[in-house]
């Protein structure tokens, strides 16, 4: 199995740039995991809510771990959070196309986290 179908696998995800401007990637990734029957945690500093659900702060607000950490966000948002997701014991983090950099993977092999840059709808669509 790889990597990609392990993350695939784990049910609990948290969007880090959800967004509710539905023509937005960090609305449209949110929207398209809770389709395909996933746990999903909207985070964004910015927003309470969306579509009736609490949108949190931050990771560590969360009410459960999540196994995987999608991220729609600035590279620089990406660094300072890869961190935190080792931290947390979080070892699964998705990077959405825009949200890596070098130094984004390099913290994430630093930090033992499995980072991989590819669309998760792109993904999920293979699959169904």
């Known amino acids: 199995m790889s990597v990609i179908d392990e ?5 609990v995800w948290a969007v880090v740039g959800v967004s509710n ?5 960090g609305y449209r990734v949110y929207e398209r995991l809770k389709r395909a029957g996933y746990t999903v945690y909207g985070v964004n500093p910015h927003l309470d809510e969306l579509d009736g659900e609490t949108v949190y702060p931050n990771l560590k607000s969360l009410p459960q771990t ?3 950490v999608n991220f729609v966000v600035p590279p620089a ?3 300072t959070m890869i961190v935190e997701c080792a ?3 979080i070892k699964y983090c998705w990077l959405q196309p825009g949200s890596d950099s070098r130094k984004v993977l390099a913290l994430a092999r630093e930090n033992k986290v ?3 840059k590819r669309c998760v709808m792109t993904e999920l669509r293979k699959r169904s």
């Not at 401007?21 to 990637?25: L, P, R, T, V």
Request: hydrophobic share 30%.
């Open 77 to 79: 948002v990406t660094e």
């Open 7 to 11: 993350m695939l696998a784990k049910k």
């Open 87 to 89: 931290g947390q014991g």
């Open 21 to 25: 401007d539905k023509s937005k990637f």
């Open 66 to 68: 999540p196994d995987v």
């Open 114 to 116: 499995e980072a991989h």
